[in-house]
Structures are given as C-alpha cells and as structure tokens.
C-alpha cells in the first residue's frame, strides 16, 4: 500500500505553501503547490485563467490536477484556497488532511503584508485604505462560503495564527 498524501487546506494567508515546503522537507516527501502545478500547466497565472476560462474552469483543472499529485506516494500539498468548494471527500479518502487555521485578525494582517487576488478580474482603487477595505471585506465574504467546507472536511485542525512557522510545523508532524 502505498503511502497516503498529506493535503493541507484553509483560507488564503493560512500557511499552506511555506508549511508545505517545510513539512515535506522534514518528512522527506515529495512537495507540490497546487497553484504553481496549475500555471504551469496551462502557462498563465490563476488570475489569467479565471479571466480567460471562468472559476468553473478552473475548480476543473484543480480537481484534476489533485487527482493527479495524490497518486504521487507520501507526496505533501498546498492546495489553493478554493478547493473547498469542489467535492473532495472521495477523492481525500485515505489520505491526511490538515486544515491550517489562521484567526482573521491575523489573515487580514497577513493579507495587508502581502496582498494578493481575492477575486477574479482587475479592480482599481483610489486609494491604500479603500483597497485595505476591500481585501477585508472579500476575505470576510471568502470565510463565510468556506469556512464550514474546510472543517467539513473533517481533517485536523492547525492553528498558524499566534505561534511561530517551527511551532506550527510541529504540530502538524505530531498530527501525522
């Protein structure tokens, strides 16, 4: 038997990609980020595909592409954010979820440190505090669709916010 996959989920800013690496370099696993597999694939960023192809496009080639990493025996992976919103219970059958928890005040301030697309298409803002504001209020409105998806899921639950990296990369070894 081969042994299973270690799929991390949770919102955006939770921790995923920088304890993916981490995790599988402890491990000694193969690591894959969803995300960067599926630009690479299709040669344009997840922006330009949601833009060019539309979100159920893209929760497409996301599903597939998980399909695909999970065969890759041990292999540890940083989904996107969305993959939530896909049905993932029996594709994960048999394989490790840790759902990486990031409390909001600390995702917002995550956020604000390092801002990335929370929505598909271009916005343009008049100002830092009205792009601040928007960043919030769509990571407010991306919790309340996902937030239950992700414990749904029924993996364990890592809290990032407040402890460090090597803490946090702690808890998830001791929960393998």
């Given at each position: 038997?081969?042994?299973?996959?270690?799929?991390?989920?949770?919102?955006?800013?939770?921790?995923?990609?920088?304890?993916?690496?981490k995790l599988a370099a402890a491990t000694g696993s193969p690591f894959v980020d969803l995300d960067l597999r599926i630009e690479a694939s299709q040669g344009m960023s997840i922006s330009g595909i949601f833009a060019q192809k539309g979100v159920e496009a893209f929760r497409l080639l996301e599903r597939e592409a998980l399909g695909a990493v999970l065969t890759i025996p041990g292999v540890?992976?940083?989904?996107g954010g969305g993959i939530v919103e896909s049905d993932l219970k029996q594709l994960l059958d048999g394989h490790r979820v840790l759902y990486l928890f990031c409390e909001r005040d600390e995702a917002i301030s995550r956020l604000m440190a390092h801002?990335?697309?929370?929505?598909?298409?271009?916005?343009?803002?008049?100002?830092?505090?009205?792009?601040?504001?928007?960043?919030?209020a769509q990571y407010d409105a991306l919790w309340s669709r996902r937030g239950?998806?992700?414990?749904?899921?029924?993996?364990?639950?890592?809290?990032?916010?407040?402890?460090?990296?090597e803490a946090t990369l702690e808890a998830c070894l001791n929960s393998l």
């Open positions: 038997m081969k042994a299973p996959a270690v799929v991390l989920v949770g919102m955006p800013v939770s921790g995923k990609s920088t304890l993916g690496l540890v992976v940083a989904t801002p990335r697309p929370l929505q598909s298409g271009p916005v343009e803002f008049s100002s830092l505090s009205d792009f601040q504001a928007a960043q919030t239950a998806l992700y414990e749904a899921l029924g993996g364990t639950m890592i809290l990032t916010s407040g402890v460090s990296v």
